[in-house]
């Protein structure tokens, strides 16, 4: 997988950079986009783990956060920047989605064919349940219903407090887990350490780590910002709406390196490591992502507020409610993710059809 990766940032970068100044067909380059930004954010992975692993796990949970949904914060600036609010909140939707349902359908449905019954920590799962609650249904619906006897403008101040109080939670979250209760709830040490020990020489040392980082976090940067101009020839090509785009394509090129890593970690029995990217990817999005993107906006020509569209709302909360019924005991099996998988196959459809 790491070949593959390199040969198509090869290909890829140069062919973007040509693509564009020529300005071959549209549809050609949004292909093209996409596979330079899932190769990319393949090395934007990489890179983090091995920095995570050298600094120690405190400042390594914080590269991971940060970085986690990189790729997908970067390409929704540039929409953002274009004034695509519906494909930002729509891509908004699709990482929790594609990261609740897809991400977690597969890594149950492909570890428990190889493993009957799989364990991880059911604290984690519980402490996840009530921040998923907070985050995806509370921090959303609040805006939505509010908004319906609010003006813009209010709608929009609104929208900013509690995308401060959103991203301050997150990083209280993070001082919780990290620091002043790690390691409280772990129920099963030896698995855990076992799974860490495997992880205990970093890929890369410091400074490749960091040039590979910077590296690629500004050829995505420029790639994204092509593959956005794209978005409305493609859309207009194959008789997709800008809802169906964000929620599936950008969700998904944003997210296919950690999405992989997920599913492989569930194949290794590594439940613990394929819920913490599943679920606390979805906490990032929800918790930092979002909320960042609405004060960003506050320095553009066109301000976002957090108010979805309502099969978005529905779709997120069952998603979320889907997913805590079935992770709150601390195991899974095969055919809870094939559960998974049949949910997100019903609101793809519903959303191309949208």
């Given at each position: 997988m790491n070949r593959?990766?390199?040969?198509?940032?090869?290909?890829?970068?140069?062919?973007?950079?040509?693509?564009?100044?020529?300005?071959?067909?549209?549809?050609?380059?949004?292909?093209?986009?996409?596979?330079?930004?899932?190769?990319?954010?393949?090395?934007?992975?990489?890179?983090?783990?091995?920095?995570?692993?050298?600094?120690?796990?405190?400042?390594?949970?914080?590269?991971?956060?940060?970085?986690?949904?990189?790729?997908?914060?970067?390409?929704?600036?540039?929409?953002?920047?274009?004034?695509?609010?519906?494909?930002?909140?729509?891509?908004?939707?699709?990482?929790?989605?594609?990261?609740?349902?897809?991400?977690?359908?597969?890594?149950?449905?492909?570890?428990?064919?190889?493993?009957?019954?799989?364990?991880?920590?059911?604290?984690?799962?519980?402490?996840?349940?009530?921040?998923?609650?907070?985050?995806?249904?509370?921090?959303?619906?609040?805006?939505?219903?509010?908004?319906?006897?609010?003006?813009?403008?209010?709608?929009?101040?609104l929208s900013v407090g509690i995308s401060i109080i959103l991203i301050m939670l997150y990083l209280a979250g993070l001082f919780f887990k990290l620091v002043s209760h790690r390691g409280i709830y772990q129920e099963d040490s030896e698995q855990v350490e076992r799974e860490n020990a495997e992880h205990e020489e970093p890929e890369w040392g410091k400074w490749k780590a960091l040039i590979i980082l910077a590296l690629s976090t500004i050829a995505v940067g420029y790639v994204s910002e092509n593959l956005v101009h794209t978005f409305d020839i493609v859309a207009e090509a194959f008789g997709w709406s800008e809802i169906f785009i964000g929620i599936i394509i950008v969700a998904i090129v944003g997210n296919a390196a950690e999405h992989a890593s997920a599913v492989m970690m569930a194949y290794k029995n590594k439940m613990n490591v394929a819920i913490e990217i599943a679920i606390g990817s979805t906490l990032q999005v929800a918790m930092f992502v979002a909320p960042l993107l609405v004060l960003i906006s506050l320095f553009l020509d066109t301000q976002m507020s957090l108010v979805f569209s309502m099969p978005e709302l529905i779709s997120m909360i069952t998603a979320v409610f889907l997913t805590i019924a079935l992770t709150n005991d601390g195991e899974t099996n095969w055919f809870e993710g094939g559960t998974l998988l049949a949910a997100y196959a019903i609101m793809g459809i519903g959303f191309y059809l949208l």
């Open positions: 593959i990766f390199l040969i198509m940032v090869i290909i890829g970068v140069p062919l973007s950079i040509i693509g564009g100044l020529l300005h071959w067909p549209a549809v050609i380059m949004f292909i093209v986009y996409c596979l330079t930004i899932i190769a990319l954010a393949g090395f934007m992975g990489r890179a983090t783990e091995s920095l995570a692993i050298i600094a120690g796990p405190r400042i390594g949970g914080l590269l991971n956060a940060t970085f986690g949904n990189a790729v997908e914060l970067i390409i929704s600036i540039f929409a953002l920047k274009a004034g695509l609010v519906t494909v930002v909140l729509a891509s908004l939707t699709g990482s929790v989605l594609g990261n609740l349902l897809l991400v977690g359908g597969l890594s149950f449905l492909v570890g428990g064919i190889k493993f009957k019954r799989q364990k991880f920590s059911v604290h984690d799962a519980r402490h996840n349940s009530g921040l998923l609650i907070f985050s995806v249904i509370l921090a959303f619906v609040i805006p939505e219903v509010f908004s319906m006897d609010m003006n813009d403008s209010d709608t929009f101040t």
